[in-house]
């Protein structure tokens, strides 16, 4: 499998596209192709730049054995079109922003998370103003949507 490199995005890029990118990197990992996929997270809007993922989301992954560690919030840039073959968005709000703001030519392909899932969900709801609930709902359509991605650049 050649280098593939993947971007998650979600709005302020501290609950959602980080548990993807964690959740993403844990798979990679456990299936030894860390050396084949480069993995980052952003969001759409500059809210939160520099700041770690929310502690509930971090606690919420770390109740199951992986980590969000490292991840600093970031925005979207335009270099991200060219540098990443996937720029996978958390919902369709972001992926609207996301193909507004893209370059007329770019590499990177754009998509919802959740095509990679198995289930019907179309979208990763944000747990932001929610309770922990909302964050371990998070976590099962991200894990169920990481298998389905890894299988998918498997291919």
Do not use: W
Not at 51 to 60: G, I
Not at 62 to 70: P, V
Not at 109 to 129: I, K, Q
């Amino acid at each position: 499998m050649e280098k593939t490199a993947v971007l998650f995005v979600c709005m302020g890029n501290i609950c959602r596209s980080p548990t993807a990118e964690g959740v993403f990197r844990h798979h990679v990992e456990s299936a030894g192709l860390s050396d084949a996929v480069e993995i980052d997270s952003a969001g759409t809007h500059a809210y939160h730049v520099g700041e770690p993922p929310d502690r509930r989301a971090r606690a919420a992954a770390e109740r199951r054995g992986m980590s969000l560690e490292g991840i600093r919030a970031r925005r979207v840039s335009s270099d991200d079109y060219e540098r990443f073959d996937y720029i996978i968005a958390m919902d369709e709000d972001n992926l609207y922003r996301l193909r507004q703001e893209a370059p007329d030519e770019h590499k990177a392909e754009l998509r919802l998370f959740l095509e990679f899932s198995g289930g019907v969900e179309t979208e990763v709801p944000d747990p932001y103003y929610g309770g922990t609930a909302g964050f371990e709902r998070v976590l099962d359509l991200v894990d169920d949507a990481s298998r389905g991605l890894l299988e998918t650049l498997k291919r």
